[in-house]
């Protein structure tokens, strides 16, 4: 087995038990539903041979995710934990092991927006009062932040103001 791709694997693993642990499901239910998406995942994705079949690998977790979201009481911890494991399979998807090695590195912008929008989350449901005109402050900001984000990927003019030398 290739050794690339284990750490993100099992930050995925890690993360989907400690989700599946705030569920409240009895004898570890939620903790099982997620950590047998993320094996089926993982297995899916290293061992067939086949393409098509590997293709189908993040299917196992995001059903497994969903189905303890849905279980998952409401509650400040469980919708973090939720926003976590979110991260967790992007940068497991990141870490594919049939590319080049680096690929976390080279996804750095594309898997900051969703971890700056969790971190902005965590924020505001940890520092702002609990009332509707901080969740409408926290939601501007949000807005605000990824519009940001947006706008200066997509306008790298913005970061590189100096013409290029000419030799």
Do not use: K
């Not at 290293?46 to 969903?66: G, H, I, N, Y």
């Amino acid at each position: 087995m290739n050794p690339r791709g284990l750490g993100s694997w099992a930050l995925l693993l890690a993360v989907g038990g400690i989700f599946g642990a705030v569920t409240g499901l009895p004898f570890g239910s939620g903790v099982l539903i997620a950590v047998v998406g993320g094996l089926g995942s993982g297995l899916l994705d290293r061992w067939p041979r086949r393409a098509d079949v590997r293709s189908l690998a993040p299917v196992p977790v995001v059903v497994a995710f969903a189905t303890v979201a849905a279980l998952a009481p409401l509650g400040l911890l469980p919708e973090l934990l939720a926003g976590a494991a979110g991260v967790a399979v992007l940068v497991w998807l990141a870490d594919d092991i049939r590319r080049p090695a680096g690929g976390i590195r080279r996804s750095q912008l594309t898997l900051g927006v969703p971890a700056l929008a969790l971190g902005i989350a965590w924020a505001s449901a940890l520092l702002l009062p609990s009332t509707a005109a901080s969740l409408g402050v926290a939601v501007a900001l949000l807005v605000f932040v990824v519009a940001a984000i947006a706008y200066l990927i997509g306008a790298p003019r913005v970061f590189d103001r100096e013409e290029p030398s000419v030799s």
